[in-house]
């Protein structure tokens, strides 16, 4: 945010101004060297990030026209650290050296604690900053990400930050067809690695996959179905799907008892309503969905793309998302065990 750069600019700006302005007092007390230089360095540091960070996406979006390459994007860190840390270190140095030209040195330990309070006031100024932002109604807006077409109807995958600075988000999928305009919302992201794989099923169905549960988008009804099916460490699907919640735009507040379903609970249990006690959701206005009978295959689905980052990327722009590594190994695990 502007806002927020600005008043870090000018908090880590004030410090050394005004000492530089007290030559007097700074003459006499060679501890306010670590005040006028440190503050220097890491506004250095933190300009040098906030040139990357706004020039590569405009080299590659505007100038190259085109999405941050992966391994760009997944190293985005690096070069800040190989470059804006050492620099900033520099100027902090070289200033302290022309300050201190036979003069009495100020005790080490300053600079080190006067860094640490530069580093902590504007983490401080960016969390107020962020918080005030996303505690206003303008930033609790819908983002957009706008699906491949399906059967002539208008698929829009929305998300929304629900936490001041965790990666936390409410999601949402609004289907347009002709007059017709329906929102369906999805279990809600509480944290970790960002992703949905698109994935086509039908000529009139998407399948979304997250790292939490998976969704059959079916435009031929207009409907958003919470589906039983479990995946094996993102590999490409292979399962039927039989049983499936339909979604509505409410909230939902808890899903049922083991959801997904196993590949064993769903050959056994062929009773609609004794399935149901499986496979339910909760919705915040007190009702429960549980599943009815839906068929269809996912033998043959084809990858579309992924939705990562408030942006849609095509296969050859990004592969299939994969679950944290943490369920991942947890996963392996288990399975080592049996």
Same mark, same amino acid.
């Given at each position: 945010?502007?806002?927020?750069?600005?008043?870090?600019?000018?908090?880590?700006?004030?410090?050394?101004?005004?000492?530089?302005?007290?030559?007097?007092?700074?003459?006499?007390?060679?501890?306010?060297?670590?005040? &006028?230089?440190? +503050?220097?360095?890491?506004?250095?540091? %933190?300009?040098?990030?906030?040139?990357?960070?706004?020039?590569?996406?405009?080299?590659?979006?505007?100038?190259?026209?085109?999405?941050? +390459?992966?391994?760009? #994007?997944?190293?985005?860190?690096?070069?800040?650290?190989?470059?804006?840390?050492?620099?900033?270190?520099?100027?902090?140095?070289?200033?302290?050296?022309?300050?201190?030209?036979?003069? /009495?040195?100020? =005790?080490?330990?300053?600079?080190?604690?006067? %860094?640490?309070?530069?580093?902590?006031?504007?983490?401080?100024?960016?969390?107020?900053?962020? %918080?005030?932002?996303?505690?206003?109604?303008?930033? &609790?807006?819908?983002?957009?990400?706008?699906?491949? &077409?399906?059967?002539?109807?208008?698929?829009?995958?929305?998300?929304?930050?629900?936490?001041? %600075?965790?990666?936390?988000?409410?999601?949402?999928?609004?289907? /347009?067809?002709?007059?017709?305009?329906?929102?369906?919302?999805?279990?809600? =992201?509480? !944290?970790?690695?960002?992703?949905?794989?698109?994935?086509?099923?039908?000529?009139?169905?998407?399948?979304?996959?997250?790292?939490?549960?998976?969704?059959?988008?079916?435009?031929?009804?207009?409907?958003?179905?919470?589906? #039983?099916?479990? #995946?094996?460490?993102?590999?490409?699907?292979?399962?039927?799907?039989?049983?499936?919640?339909?979604?509505?735009?409410?909230?939902?507040?808890?899903?049922?008892?083991?959801?997904?379903?196993? /590949? *064993?609970?769903?050959?056994?249990? *062929?009773? !609609?309503?004794?399935?149901? @006690?499986?496979?339910?959701?909760?919705? *915040?206005?007190? *009702?429960?969905? @549980?599943?009815?009978?839906?068929?269809?295959?996912?033998?043959?689905?084809?990858?579309?793309?992924?939705?990562? #980052?408030?942006?849609?990327?095509?296969?050859?722009?990004?592969?299939? !998302? /994969?679950?944290?590594? &943490?369920?991942? =190994?947890? @996963?392996?695990?288990?399975?080592?065990?049996?």
């Amino acid at each position: 945010m502007v806002s927020e750069t600005i008043i870090i600019i000018i908090a880590l700006l004030l410090p050394p101004v005004v000492l530089w302005r007290c030559k007097n007092f700074c003459e006499k007390h060679p501890s306010t060297v670590p005040f &006028r230089t440190v +503050p220097i360095g890491c506004l250095t540091m %933190f300009c040098l990030m906030l040139l990357y960070c706004s020039m590569v996406p405009w080299l590659f979006h505007k100038v190259l026209e085109t999405n941050i +390459p992966h391994w760009l #994007d997944a190293a985005k860190e690096l070069p800040i650290l190989l470059l804006a840390i050492p620099l900033g270190i520099a100027v902090i140095m070289l200033l302290s050296k022309r300050l201190l030209r036979g003069k /009495e040195k100020p =005790n080490g330990c300053l600079y080190p604690v006067v %860094f640490a309070g530069a580093l902590i006031l504007s983490l401080a100024i960016s969390f107020c900053c962020t %918080f005030w932002h996303r505690s206003d109604q303008k930033s &609790r807006a819908w983002h957009s990400i706008f699906l491949p &077409r399906v059967n002539q109807c208008l698929v829009v995958f929305e998300q929304r930050p629900t936490h001041p %600075f965790l990666a936390e988000y409410d999601y949402r999928i609004r289907l /347009e067809q002709g007059q017709e305009t329906a929102y369906f919302q999805l279990w809600p =992201n509480t !944290g970790g690695r960002t992703f949905v794989n698109v994935y086509q099923v039908a000529e009139d169905k998407l399948l979304l996959k997250d790292k939490q549960a998976s969704y059959i988008i079916d435009t031929t009804r207009l409907q958003v179905y919470l589906v #039983d099916y479990a #995946d094996e460490d993102g590999k490409p699907l292979t399962k039927e799907i039989h049983f499936a919640v339909p979604l509505s735009s409410v909230p939902f507040h808890s899903l049922g008892h083991n959801v997904p379903l196993s /590949e *064993t609970e769903s050959d056994t249990d *062929t009773e !609609g309503d004794h399935l149901g @006690k499986y496979l339910s959701i909760d919705f *915040t206005d007190g *009702t429960t969905g @549980k599943a009815i009978p839906y068929d269809v295959s996912v033998e043959n689905c084809v990858y579309l793309g992924c939705i990562m #980052d408030y942006s849609f990327y095509t296969p050859e722009e990004k592969p299939e !998302g /994969e679950g944290h590594p &943490r369920y991942r =190994n947890r @996963k392996n695990s288990a399975s080592a065990s049996e």
